[in-house]
C-alpha cells in the first residue's frame, strides 16, 4: 500500500476530517524519520487498536543541543515513505519546520515529574521540552485517538503520557514494548555506528540489566544490583552515564520493595550512546 502523503496541517485535516465523517478510528506514530522495524511494529500494533494509522516524520531541532549536529542526522524520506506503506501506514506527514514552529512560535511545554527525574533530563536538560512541545503539537494536529510509542525510550513514553494527561488532550497513548533483534539487542537507528566488534559487545548492555532485574527478584536490594550490572558495562569497555531502578511509572527512586520497578541504563560504546530498559 502507498501511503498518502501530506506536508501541510491545512491537509493533513482534510484527510483526518474525512476519517472522522466515515466514523473510523485513528492512531498516530510520532518518529524523526529513519524508519526501522522498530518504527513498522508501532504502525503494526496501530493498526490492531485503530482503523487508519499516521505516521509522522519531523526531525524536531528543538531536541538538538548546541553541541548536537542536527544536519547529520540521517534522513531518507523516499526510502522511510516506501517502509511505512508496506508496513500499512495510511498517511504520511512530513511537516517543514515552519509547519510546526511558524514565525513568532513562542510557547513551550515544560514538564516536571518524569521529565526530571535525573535519567535523560541530566545529561540533555534541552530534550524533554523539545519533545514534548512537538509531541502536543503533533497529538492536536492529528487529533487522534491514540499513539503509539515504544518502551525503548522509557522516560520519554512516560513524559509523553504525562503530558498528555496534564493538558487533558484527548489521546490514549500507548507504549508497545522494544523491538529486538535476534540476539537481544534493542532496535535503534544508532545501531548503524557500530563497528562488527562494538555489535558484538553492545548485547551486555542488555544481558546486564537483565541480570540486575533477576537479582532484585531474587531479594538483592535495587542500588546493589544497579552497581553490579554498572561494574560489569564499565569492565566491558562501556562509559556508563546511568544504570538505575527507577518506580516504572513515576520514575521515582523505589521506596518500597512492591511497587513496579524497570531497571533503565544508558551508555557509551566508543561514539555511540545506547539505551535500554527491563521491567523487573
Not at 498516530?28 to 508501532?42: C, E, K, N, R, W
Not at 537481544?184 to 545501531?191: E, P, Q, V
Not at 546511568?242 to 511497587?259: F, G, W
Amino acid at each position: 500500500m502507498k501511503p498518502k502523503l501530506v506536508r501541510s496541517l491545512a491537509a493533513l485535516r482534510r484527510e483526518t476530517a474525512r476519517w472522522r465523517k466515515d466514523g473510523l478510528s485513528y492512531a498516530v506514530v510520532p518518529t524523526m524519520g529513519a524508519i526501522h522495524s522498530g518504527h513498522t511494529q508501532l504502525v503494526t500494533e496501530g493498526l490492531k487498536r485503530a482503523d487508519r494509522v499516521i505516521t509522522t516524520i519531523f526531525v524536531n531541532p528543538r531536541q538538538f543541543a548546541a553541541n548536537e549536529d542536527l544536519a547529520k542526522y540521517p534522513r531518507d524520506e523516499d526510502g522511510d515513505v516506501l517502509k511505512l506503506g508496506k508496513a500499512g501506514s495510511h498517511l504520511v506527514y512530513i511537516p517543514e519546520p515552519e509547519e510546526i514552529y511558524p514565525a513568532g512560535f513562542c510557547t513551550t511545554v515544560s514538564l516536571a515529574g518524569p521529565a526530571k527525574a535525573g535519567l535523560e533530563d541530566k545529561f540533555r536538560p534541552q530534550f524533554f521540552d523539545g519533545v514534548t512541545t512537538v509531541v502536543a503539537k503533533l497529538f492536536i494536529q492529528t487529533g487522534a485517538d491514540y499513539a503509539m510509542f515504544g518502551e525503548k525510550d522509557y522516560q520519554q513514553l512516560k513524559v509523553v503520557t504525562q503530558m498528555a494527561r496534564d493538558l487533558d488532550i484527548p489521546i490514549e497513548v500507548v507504549g508497545i514494548p522494544t523491538v529486538r533483534e535476534e540476539d537481544g539487542l534493542a532496535k535503534s537507528s544508532r545501531n548503524v555506528y557500530l563497528s562488527k566488534q562494538e555489535r558484538q559487545q553492545a548485547l551486555a548492555i542488555h544481558s546486564s540489566i537483565s541480570h540486575a532485574a533477576e537479582r532484585i527478584r531474587g531479594g538483592l536490594d535495587t542500588q546493589s544490583a544497579a552497581q553490579l550490572a554498572t561494574r560489569t558495562l564499565m569492565a566491558l569497555g562501556f562509559q556508563v552515564d546511568y544504570v538505575t531502578v527507577r518506580n516504572a511509572e513515576t520514575l521515582a527512586p523505589p521506596q518500597h520493595r512492591d511497587e513496579p520497578l524497570r531497571v533503565i541504563a544508558a551508555a557509551w560504546l566508543g561514539k555511540t550512546r545506547l539505551i535500554d530498559n527491563v521491567a523487573v
